[in-house]
């Protein structure tokens, strides 16, 4: 395979840098991502405080993405015929710090907070992913269309049809980009960018998202999110496939 795409590996395994903390697994909390078809083949582990989200949470993302296509220098993330297209899968763990002491996502009875859930997709996809790609504010658009709650054993669930902003960008409309985020997704093609298609154009997808309470003030929460389409749910019921083996315990 390609040097970019080794690069991408290696920096996606060196996750947590040194100095930082993985509260999931300093906690002997387990957060596996099975390895599918079509993945990178690494796993990032990436922390964020609550200062730096400017929320009552910490938030562990643990995910990987699309694989780079042969000679290619950027993940099929940024790809618009591939299913993996905005595409990464895995979990999130939550630490709450509300001062009830309830975990994120959940109300003091114990019911679920669909909007403090949702928050979290929201400022990861406007934001911490296409905003650290070089987002402006005004072409972040994560919004929810569809939203329904239900439960699968111990396992909340949210299935969500919602519209994100794309990662996919010519560099010129790159904004203050995080220039860490290109070593991991790499540099988008421009074959990948027609004179139709605008940088960070609104994409439709649908997912879902399993969650618990899994220890004090900690949601463990895990899924994914792919294209509205056929080809991107065929690869998003392969995720689950994977996937729920690993947390239906």
Same mark, same amino acid.
């Not at 903390?21 to 909390?29: E, H, Q, Y």
């Not at 949470?57 to 993405?65: N, P, Q, S």
């Given at each position: 395979?390609?040097? /970019?795409?080794?690069? %991408? %590996? ?12 993985? @509260?999931? #697994?300093?906690?002997?909390?387990s957060s596996p991502v099975p390895i599918l078809p079509g993945s990178i083949g690494a796993v990032a582990h990436e922390? =964020?405080? %609550? ?5 009552? =949470? ?9 694989d780079f296509a042969s000679g290619d220098c950027c993940s099929s993330y940024f790809d618009p015929d591939s299913p993996?297209? !905005?595409? =990464? ?6 630490? #709450? ?5 309830? +975990?994120?996502? @959940?109300?003091?009875?114990?019911? $679920? !907070? ?6 979290? &997709? ?10 650290n790609l070089g987002c402006p504010p005004s072409r972040m658009c994560f919004r929810v269309e569809e939203a329904s ?11 969500? #049809? ?14 203050? +980009? ?5 070593? $991991? =997704?790499?540099? &988008?093609?421009?074959?990948?960018? #027609? ?6 154009? &609104? ?7 399993? @969650? ?8 463990? $929460? ?5 294209? !509205?389409?056929?080809?991107? /749910?065929?690869?998003? !019921? ?12």
């Amino acid at each position: 395979m390609g040097l /970019q795409r080794e690069l %991408a %590996a290696m920096a996606m395994r060196a996750t947590p840098l040194p100095g930082q903390k993985n @509260f999931l #697994s300093d906690t002997g909390l387990s957060s596996p991502v099975p390895i599918l078809p079509g993945s990178i083949g690494a796993v990032a582990h990436e922390p =964020f405080g %609550a200062e730096e989200l400017k929320r009552l =949470f910490d938030l562990m993302v643990v995910f990987t993405i699309g694989d780079f296509a042969s000679g290619d220098c950027c993940s099929s993330y940024f790809d618009p015929d591939s299913p993996w297209y !905005n595409v =990464f899968y895995g979990a999130y763990g939550l630490r #709450s710090h509300k001062p009830d002491g309830t +975990p994120w996502g @959940f109300r003091r009875d114990g019911r $679920v !907070n669909l909007e403090e859930m949702l928050e979290v &997709p929201w400022l990861d996809y406007n934001f911490l992913t296409a905003g650290n790609l070089g987002c402006p504010p005004s072409r972040m658009c994560f919004r929810v269309e569809e939203a329904s709650v239900g439960k699968e054993g111990p396992w909340h669930t949210a299935e969500v #049809s919602c519209v994100i902003p794309s990662g996919l960008h010519r560099l010129k409309d790159a904004v203050t +980009p995080d220039l860490t985020y290109y070593a $991991v =997704f790499g540099v &988008p093609e421009e074959r990948y960018l #027609s004179s139709q298609r605008e940088s960070y154009e &609104p994409v439709r997808m649908r997912g879902k998202m399993y @969650f618990q309470p899994i220890a004090a003030r900690t949601t463990l $929460v895990w899924g994914g999110l792919c294209p !509205n389409t056929p080809d991107g /749910q065929r690869l998003f !019921n392969s995720i689950l496939d994977a996937m729920t083996p690993l947390y239906a315990r």
